[in-house]
């Protein structure tokens, strides 16, 4: 079975406190690896997608990675409206009926 | 632009109550759309989705039933409300089989 594993739970840091989240990943055959801001009590924002190992997505403070069984997203020099929970997702067969999310990693960013 | 509208977006509802969900996308045709629950400190559970008019898939059996009953229209429904059916709920589109999904604001249901 499919597992998407996010670490961890929830993160506090400082503004200007760079850190990364982690996503680890257990599927058959990867078609996309996707990650998703969410803001309490909204539905999630999409943010990026990754297809292969070895690629790379930035937007602004973001950055995220893939390697064959984890995903990172790298946040440099965050600011307090950074703070949501993100989250990840794995696509393992056509169509968006075959993503698995994680649980997400709950950020929150201090001034 | 694309644009994703979902209502009620608070509802607080007796026991064996029923239940209407609306979503309605606009500036897009043909999408395929989905009913997600977000139960608190739990993932997003697929619910429900829909390929085209008239086609339902169901992913997990319970209390609720979808419908689409036009090309951006997704209603999720229920004739008698649980108390396990409190949740957040998400309806969501995404065109072809990409695993971009476009998210509604949510409609958060209180069984009581």
């Known amino acids: 079975e499919d597992q998407v594993t996010q670490s961890p739970e929830a993160l506090r840091l400082q503004e200007g406190e760079s850190s990364s989240l982690n996503c680890s990943y257990t599927v058959s055959g990867l078609r996309g690896l996707f990650w998703y801001r969410q803001d309490p009590g909204k539905g999630p924002e999409f943010l990026f997608t990754?297809?292969?190992a070895g690629e790379e997505k930035e937007k602004e403070r973001l950055k995220a990675t893939l390697t064959k069984k984890e995903s990172f997203l790298h946040i440099t020099a965050p600011k307090p409206e950074d703070s949501a929970t993100y989250l990840c997702?794995?696509?393992?067969?056509?169509?968006?009926?075959?993503?698995?999310f994680g649980q997400g990693t709950r950020l929150t960013i201090n001034p | 632009s694309q644009t994703i509208h979902q209502w009620p977006a608070t509802l607080v509802q007796p026991v064996g109550s029923p239940l209407s969900l609306e979503c309605t996308v606009e500036g897009t045709s043909n999408p395929n759309l989905y009913w997600y629950r977000q139960a608190a400190g739990r993932g997003l559970q697929l619910l429900f989705y829909?390929?085209?008019?008239?086609?339902i898939s169901s992913e997990v059996p319970q209390n609720l039933s979808a419908s689409r009953p036009q090309d951006r229209q997704f209603i999720l429904s229920s004739k008698k409300l649980l108390l396990s059916d409190s949740g957040f709920y998400l309806c969501?589109?995404?065109?072809?089989?990409?695993?971009?999904?476009?998210f509604g604001e949510g409609s958060r249901l209180t069984v009581l």
């Open positions: 969501a589109w995404s065109k072809g089989n990409t695993g971009e999904l476009f």
């Open positions: 997702a794995v696509q393992e067969g056509q169509g968006a009926q075959k993503l698995v």
């Open positions: 829909s390929v085209g008019i008239g086609q």
């Open positions: 990754l297809y292969s």
